[in-house]
């Protein structure tokens, strides 16, 4: 069974329901367990578990130690196209804002990752928008063999593909795909999703399937919460996690938590989730999944970041730019402006030409960063917190 007629059939109304009805001593009794079922889950992100969050934190601290150590993996991603023919109301990439675009050739991808090397990293993650015109399997693929050579880890998070499309980037040397189901809420995927093969929500919840039959060793998954009822989206992704442990047993699970931020388009996010509930749900999914990652980008500001650090983090992006060509300005001249996804060349001397302040390229980014540290910052804290920052786990020599 995929995970698409497992989904079909969750109670989801239920166990919200639950949730919102959980007493203090059924939250109590959910935060002591060893073991933990999605009604169990339903529990620890209750508003009555959320009162035991002193408790929640210190058994998400303790487990995550045992399991993981004191170590943070850190990572950054590498924008290589902000082109896409979806219209997601939700993303500056979105095929009707009108921004400045640009893809970037495998020569200028490979500098952007020079340069992320020499900042230390050795975990990149390869993002596009969706646009076969520009972001075709064989572009891909080149990139990744271009990479692969000086960066042990490359992961993607790019439009999903057919299980034979994923195949030649996983022999180029991909190890890890993520993809977002974005929101759960089939009602709310169809409202945000409104034109573009993204708006086949059956078809994005089974790509994760796909990319462990073509071979990668590592999945992620998430939502975006600000789309809809957090407590939906957070019991949907568990019910995804668990799905994949016990069907993709071979592969590492990571889970992402992302808040959705300003971009283009001016989008105002649907629904709330506070920095508390936030601490609550990475302590809840550290507690029903001790072995699964946790991931926490640049959206987040560097106060709250550093305070999630010892409460179940496991892997966290440093000095990220959302916009292609970002870290060392690359493609820049080859910047092109779109009006409800049709090109529109820049004329010479058009303002869009001039240098903003601070930033490499002029190119339109995803969304506006929260966390503006630059990695040896971010490292440095840390170390001060007591943590190792880890740069590289993973080398294709393991397994060669």
């Not at 749900?281 to 500001?301: H, K, N, W, Y």
Request: proline share 5%; charged share 25%; net charge negative.
């Amino acid at each position: 069974m995929s995970f698409v007629a497992e989904f079909n059939l969750l109670p989801l109304d239920a166990l919200v329901k639950k949730s919102l009805n959980t007493t203090a001593a059924a939250a109590r009794e959910a935060v002591a367990k060893n073991s933990f079922s999605l009604a169990d889950f339903a529990a620890l992100i209750s508003p009555a578990a959320g009162d035991l969050l002193e408790t929640l934190s210190a058994r998400s601290q303790k487990m995550t130690q045992q399991r993981f150590g004191k170590t943070i993996r850190l990572f950054a991603p590498l924008y290589i196209s902000n082109e896409c023919i979806n219209n997601c109301k939700y993303c500056g990439f979105s095929r009707d804002n009108a921004i400045l675009r640009v893809t970037l050739s495998v020569e200028e991808v490979k500098r952007e990752a020079a340069a992320l090397a020499a900042q230390g990293f050795r975990n990149i993650l390869i993002v596009a928008g969706e646009h076969p015109k520009f972001i075709s399997n064989g572009y891909m693929t080149e990139c990744v063999a271009a990479l692969h050579a000086e960066i042990p880890s490359v992961s993607l998070e790019v439009g999903p593909m057919e299980t034979d499309e994923y195949r030649p980037l996983v022999a180029a040397g991909a190890d890890g795909l993520v993809v977002y189901q974005e929101t759960y809420d089939r009602a709310v995927y169809d409202e945000m999703h409104t034109a573009g093969p993204k708006k086949n929500f059956d078809w994005r919840l089974e790509t994760p399937e796909r990319a462990y039959a073509a071979g990668f060793r590592r999945l992620g998954i998430g939502a975006l919460f600000g789309l809809a009822d957090w407590r939906t989206e957070a019991l949907s992704v568990a019910a995804h996690a668990d799905f994949l442990l016990r069907n993709c047993w071979k592969a590492q699970v990571t889970i992402s938590l992302p808040r959705l931020r300003p971009c283009a388009g001016e989008f105002e996010p649907l629904t709330h989730l506070g920095d508390r509930e936030l601490v609550q749900l990475i302590c809840a999914f550290r507690l029903m999944f001790p072995d699964v990652g946790i991931v926490l980008s640049t959206r987040e500001q560097p106060k709250l970041r550093d305070g999630l650090i010892p409460l179940g983090v496991t892997m966290m992006s440093a000095g990220a730019r959302t916009e292609p060509g970002g870290y060392t300005g690359a493609g820049k001249e080859k910047i092109h402006h779109t009006e409800r996804g049709k090109i529109v060349e820049l004329a010479a001397g058009a303002s869009e030409w001039a240098p903003q302040e601070n930033r490499a390229t002029n190119a339109t980014g995803q969304f506006d960063i929260g966390d503006e540290r630059s990695p040896q910052e971010v490292a440095a804290l840390i170390r001060k917190l007591g943590y190792e920052p880890v740069w590289k786990d993973w080398d294709a020599a393991l397994t060669a």
